[in-house]
């Protein structure tokens, strides 16, 4: 069975730099399927796609985040991590990640249970 | 950007049948995914590429589309029903995934 766990810091000062982590357990990240993506959720609010990465280290992300969000993957570790940079309040958020099946088209088949992250002033 | 558009709530009574619309422009073009979200918890999938059901959803979740709306339909709906379901296309004229703003359903 898959297994997805975010790790990193719950409290993120104002405008430094979010980082968190995915490992991916009891599957291989290195697959033509998958894409592997984050998603985040503010307080009773919505989904928010944030981007999908393939094993091979090729990115797809949402306009909004483009030029703060970086996301990046390690097959050696089993992982992939999201950076955001110059964070606010309004990046406070519960941050899942999750796999994409069959490539980006393709709907989120497992979920983490979620980092809360919270920026602080 | 693309959008689409769910209703922030639905209601109905145990038994009967839920209807949970998203629109979207063109959406009969895209495959539209949905999920299911109860308090606390992450998202489950329910439908896939329209009118897929990953193994161990029950056959009463099913999707379907018509025109310029996808709809998630659950027949003989239970209290354990009650969540929040959101639809999700990959617009591919941007490039992105899109998330629809989520229905809540109440079970009376």
């Known amino acids: 069975q898959l297994h997805l766990q975010e790790s990193g810091p719950g409290l993120v000062k104002s405008s430094e730099t979010l980082s968190l982590t995915c490992t991916v357990s009891g599957g291989s990240m290195i697959s033509t399927t998958y894409y592997w993506g984050w998603i985040r959720q503010a307080p009773g609010k919505g989904l928010e796609w944030i981007g999908s990465?393939?094993?091979?280290?090729?990115?797809y992300y949402t306009p909004s985040l483009y030029s703060r969000a970086a996301i990046s993957v390690d097959t050696s570790k089993n992982q992939f991590s999201l950076t955001l940079s110059s964070v606010t309040a309004a990046d406070s958020a519960l941050y899942y990640c999750a796999r994409q099946y069959e490539v980006i088209q393709g709907a989120f088949d497992y979920w983490g249970q979620g980092s809360l992250v919270t920026v602080s002033s | 950007s693309y959008v689409l558009t769910q209703p922030p709530s639905v209601s109905v009574a145990p038994g009967e049948t839920a209807t949970i619309p998203c629109g979207g422009d063109n959406i009969g073009s895209k495959s539209v995914h949905w999920y299911q979200q109860k308090p606390g918890q992450a998202p489950v999938l329910l439908i896939y590429?329209?009118?897929d059901r990953p193994s161990g959803i029950p056959e009463r979740f099913s999707g379907s589309k018509s025109g310029n709306t996808a709809t998630l339909t659950i027949g003989r709906v239970e209290a354990g029903d009650e969540a929040v379901y959101f639809c999700?296309?990959?617009?591919?004229?941007?490039?992105?995934?899109?998330f629809g703003g989520g229905t809540e359903l109440t079970v009376l």
């Open positions: 990465i393939y094993f091979s280290g090729s990115t």
């Open positions: 590429y329209d009118t």
């Open positions: 999700h296309v990959w617009d591919r004229s941007s490039d992105h995934v899109v």
